[in-house]
């Protein structure tokens, strides 16, 4: 198995989705891994700079034409390019995916997408909110009860996450691919969730100096 984890972008992505997770793979709390267990790598339509929403660019490594067949997860970044037509060209990768059993993970309008195309259909799952994932879905979402009300879920190899929901995505997507301990994996959420100050409150004074 490669050992690369492929993240699906459109134009207008939503940064923030990705950040944390990608982090992760590529450091610790020091530095950056001088052996990653895993490889970060930028997948989009074609080699042109993708645009976020924030308004930067990425350059990716691959189109969804060169792309390899194996690789460890595919990651579909939310944002705005997944309501317009040129998201179908991601159709038959995210397909191929899901039927060899990969990790997936779809966070934000990207796991509105999976309703859309029916691959939420068998697995238990969530998203920006049932009417969404109805809205998006149609007639090929069927699985309204498998919805889970909920910041992230992972069933069957396929993590879904709502909008707000990055760090829970990490979290779940880390511990599919076994990055880390269970432990280490928890205080990074931890760290991230509450912050350093939660976490290590502040030691008084008391006057002395």
Not at 27 to 53: C, R, T
Not at 148 to 166: E, F, L, P, R
Request: proline share 5%; glycine share 10%.
């Amino acid at each position: 198995m490669s050992n690369e984890i492929l993240y699906l972008l459109l134009p207008d992505f939503a940064a923030h989705e990705m950040v944390y997770l990608m982090e992760a793979i590529s450091s610790d709390e020091q530095q950056l891994k001088p052996a990653p267990k895993y490889v970060n790598k930028i997948v989009a339509p074609s080699l042109e700079p993708v645009m976020a929403i924030g308004g930067f660019q990425v350059i990716p490594d691959y189109t969804f034409g060169s792309m390899p067949d194996d690789y460890a997860a595919l990651v579909i970044i939310g944002g705005f390019g997944w309501a317009t037509p040129i998201a179908e060209q991601a159709v038959a990768i995210i397909r191929r995916a899901v039927e060899k059993g990969k990790i997936v993970g779809a966070i934000c309008n990207g796991a509105s997408f999976m309703a859309k195309c029916g691959f939420l259909n068998d697995v238990r799952h969530t998203g920006n909110g049932l009417e969404q994932l109805k809205l998006w879905g149609g007639e090929n979402y069927t699985n309204p009860d498998g919805y889970i009300h909920a910041q992230a879920v992972s069933d069957k190899n396929i993590v879904t996450a709502n909008g707000s929901a990055a760090l829970e995505f990490t979290k779940e997507l880390l511990s599919l691919l076994g990055n880390d301990t269970p432990e280490r994996i928890e205080m990074y959420y931890q760290f991230h969730k509450q912050g350093f100050c939660a976490l290590f409150p502040a030691i008084e004074n008391h006057g002395l100096r």
